[in-house]
């Protein structure tokens, strides 16, 4: 299944380099494993001479709201750098996105993938928990086993799980 | 495609050299609804067809209101739709759509250049009526302000107009640098300032993604070059004319190719080719079938002759 | 017509045109009526039929239970006016008897006396409908609808008011691509099936329709398949395994989705019309070249479509049922 057809990110997991179309620059990066990336990106943006805000690591919640801050008040021109595990990496690009951003004023690194946020798609809890696609987790709005499904929602950031064994009777294996 | 029959029901010079004209059903029906920026391709005459964006509001329109800017020669149908008055019949396509504006921008940006304007002032309208965040710059020669207090009522003070070259300069430089980020530009005009519009706005970093461009999609693909299809099963010639489809010059020849969507997305009037090189021009092959197969509908061939497997 | 059959059957879309099935590009124009072994289905856009009131009021208590069923992203609101005039325009045209829409201004008054409505309302104003216009306009059609913008070369699921699911989740999906929302359906990636469809779709110029069929099975008459209620509806699919002949057959229904695609007028978004059908195995056995037909595409069909479509427990029984009862 070819990347542009699936609801899964398959962003790039090594460096693809500066967008250097851009007029000015917000580079936000998440974790160890990100970091001299994004400090090189930091470093290319300077010697271009064009302006940059930069953070790393911190409250997720909290980089979050200054993002968001950071887009409304952003002109167009500006481009967003993001690296880190992918799961940071989604709900940062959902505030972006929803602020206005496209596609092309977004570049992405994914630094690992080990944790994903699963809406439970029967209580409308989302949990964050360290499991693959196609395995099993549990909810932590009702307790159910939810299988993470190969289907991302990118404006909610997370994927879709569903009640695993609903078509098992007790007993079975599912 | 479905023409419409229609009568002028209004001709009339607005400024110096362009006639706004408008068009409606003989019985005053409501005519096919469209978006904001959409064209029709209205008959010219001598077999010339002409794209015209459409003025009015889309919404159940009773009426299609374009504008011409007469060519000097009057050369390429402009002098055929300035002699058009009130009664006329004209023969127009339903409307395209192909510069609709970008329902989740957060702002408007329109530029406009001369007759340029006719799309932007349905963009106006429909970005008023739903209360979207649009400013206009309109740029023309002294004394050819089409639609100027048309767009002042609209726009107020988001329409800046000049006829001061130097002046738009500013006004553009100022209006790429200070748009919030969800912001799409849309322009329209002459070839020269569409190029400094896209030049100067990729500059200040505007990505293409935010940049709309008016072209003026052809009524039909290009009539294309005459070749030969040779029919391998039977060994027949079939001569395809400049303007006329394989499929119906194979048809016309008795050969029944199955179609539908007669736009090459469909995939049902699939070829093989045995030999020569298709000029394709369909939606529907992947990269690695365009060698051996042919959507007859719309594709050509490169070839004097192209050999099928028929 | 040579057999007489129940209305549900006369009107029964039934979808197969051979005895395998495989997903494809399956448009083709719409209002052109369909002749099959039982009667005709497709001449019009809209369909009512002797379910209009339960439907509509299940979907009442749906959305009553579970508001995420209706989603309006905010860019939307003039394409889900557009949806609504557009569709209470052509069943004022369809039913004239019946129905009526009639305006004065911005001001519209919609009579609709198959279900003793009378509503006034104000075009943009989303107070004046119950529901906005969204939330109204599925008060009076059968169908689901999903409203799908156009931009950045792609097709997005910005709207939609989708009670009956089959086995998705509007809430999940909204805000999506075309291509992400298909993005779990097997084998229409390899094939380019989708992506061929949406620039099929893209390409759909101002008041063109078409339309197309779709199919999956469901246990017992039941039009709400959202993910959102699997556990209420998963653990019938294990059940009917168990089941005998009769009871499978009465309780297994071939599913039918009729999917209209309009590109509307003033707003430029399609309107995705989504037509559930429902007919159980020994209602559908009553038609003899269905019951052949069905039973061999389910014998037939490959097992990962069968799996995606949750037929997997229990297609080798019905099937066996179709062919050889």
């Known amino acids: 299944m070819g990347s542009a057809h699936t609801s899964v990110p398959r962003w790039p997991t090594s460096d693809p380099g500066l967008d250097r179309t851009g007029r000015s620059y917000a580079i936000l990066s998440f974790g160890p494993d990100a970091r001299p990336t994004a400090e090189g990106w930091h470093r290319q943006v300077v010697e271009l001479g064009r302006p940059v805000w930069a953070r790393h690591g911190g409250s997720a919640d909290e980089v979050l709201a200054e993002l968001a801050e950071r887009v409304e008040a952003a002109r167009v021109g500006w481009r967003l750098m993001l690296a880190g595990p992918q799961a940071d990496v989604l709900a940062a690009r959902a505030v972006a996105t929803s602020g206005g951003l496209l596609d092309a004023e977004i570049t992405l690194l994914v630094t690992d993938d080990r944790h994903r946020r699963v809406w439970c798609s029967h209580c409308d809890t989302t949990t964050l928990a360290e499991v693959a696609t196609g395995d099993v987790t549990g909810c932590s709005g009702c307790g159910r086993s939810l299988l993470v499904h190969h289907h991302v929602s990118r404006r909610n950031a997370a994927y879709l799980g569903f009640m695993v064994d609903a078509e098992t009777i007790d007993g079975e294996a599912v | 495609m479905t023409t419409l029959a229609l009568v002028v029901g209004h001709s009339e010079e607005i400024a110096p050299g362009i006639r706004e004209l408008s068009f409606s059903r003989t019985d005053g029906g409501v005519l096919p609804a469209h978006p904001a920026g959409s064209h029709v391709v209205v008959d010219c005459g001598e077999g010339r067809r002409n794209a015209y964006s459409l003025t009015n509001p889309g919404a159940d329109p009773r009426e299609y209101r374009i504008a011409v800017l007469h060519k000097s020669d009057g050369a390429g149908g402009s002098g055929h739709m300035h002699s058009l008055r009130v009664g006329d019949t004209v023969t127009v396509s339903r409307p395209r759509s192909a510069f609709a504006p970008v329902s989740t921008a957060r702002r408007h940006l329109l530029v406009a250049g001369g007759i340029g304007i006719t799309p932007m002032l349905a963009h106006a309208r429909d970005a008023v009526r739903w209360g979207r965040d649009v400013d206009l710059i309109y740029v023309h020669r002294p004394g050819s302000e089409a639609f100027s207090d048309e767009l002042a009522a609209l726009l107020g003070d988001r329409l800046a107009e000049t006829t001061d070259e130097d002046e738009f300069g500013r006004l553009l430089d100022k209006a790429l640098t200070g748009q919030p980020i969800g912001t799409h530009l849309y322009v329209c005009g002459p070839g020269p300032l569409l190029d400094r519009v896209l030049a100067d706005a990729a500059a200040a970093g505007w990505p293409p993604e935010r940049l709309h461009l008016e072209r003026f999609v052809p009524a039909a693909l290009d009539p294309g070059r005459e070749f030969v299809a040779r029919l391998a099963r039977s060994g027949r010639d079939v001569r395809v004319p400049s303007g006329r489809s394989l499929l119906d010059a194979l048809h016309e020849a008795g050969v029944a190719v199955p179609n539908m969507c007669r736009q090459g997305v469909c995939g049902e009037c699939k070829v093989p080719v045995l030999a020569g090189t298709p000029l394709h021009r369909d939606e529907f092959l992947a990269d690695d079938e365009r060698g051996a197969a042919v959507m007859c509908c719309v594709s050509r061939s490169k070839t004097e002759t192209l050999e099928i497997d028929l | ?317 019905a099937a066996h049922w179709l062919l050889d009862t």
């Open chain 3, 1 to 317: 017509m040579t057999l007489s059959v129940s209305p549900r059957l006369a009107t029964f879309p039934f979808p197969f045109r051979a005895d395998s099935y495989r997903y494809s590009t399956n448009v083709e124009p719409a209002r052109v009526p369909v002749e099959t072994e039982a009667g005709s289905w497709g001449a019009g856009i809209l369909h009512l039929d002797d379910d209009y009131a339960a439907e509509l009021a299940e979907r009442r208590r749906i959305l009553a239970a579970d508001p995420s069923r209706l989603q309006v992203l905010p860019h939307m609101r003039p394409a889900a006016w557009d949806a609504l005039l557009t569709v209470l325009r052509e069943l004022h045209a369809q039913h004239p008897g019946s129905m009526s829409l009639e305006q004065d201004g911005p001001t519209f008054v919609w009579r609709n006396s198959l279900l003793g409505v009378e509503q006034r309302f104000t075009e943009g104003a989303d107070d004046s409908l119950p529901g906005g216009p969204l939330g109204f306009l599925g008060s009076q059609i059968q169908d689901d609808v999903v409203l799908l913008d156009q931009r950045e070369g792609s097709l997005w699921a910005d709207a939609g008011v989708v009670t009956f699911a089959a086995d998705w989740s509007l809430g999940f999906d909204v805000g999506m691509r075309f291509l992400e929302v298909h993005g779990p359906v097997p084998r229409i990636h390899e094939e380019g099936i989708i992506s061929r469809a949406e620039r099929f779709l893209m390409r759909l110029q101002p008041g063109e329709e078409c339309r197309r069929t779709n199919w999956s099975m469901s246990v017992d008459r039941r039009l709400d398949q959202s993910t959102e209620v699997y556990p209420e509806w998963g653990p019938d699919r294990r059940a009917i395994v168990d089941a005998g002949p009769a009871e499978l057959a009465r309780r297994l229904h071939l599913r039918v989705e009729v999917q209209h695609l309009i590109r509307l007028g003033a707003s430029g978004a399609i309107m995705f019309l989504i037509r559930t059908y429902l007919v159980a195995l020994d209602e559908l056995a009553s038609v003899p070249a269905w019951r052949e037909r069905l039973g061999r595409v389910l014998a037939e069909l490959p097992e990962d479509m069968a799996d995606y479509k949750g037929l997997v427990r229990y297609r080798d029984a």
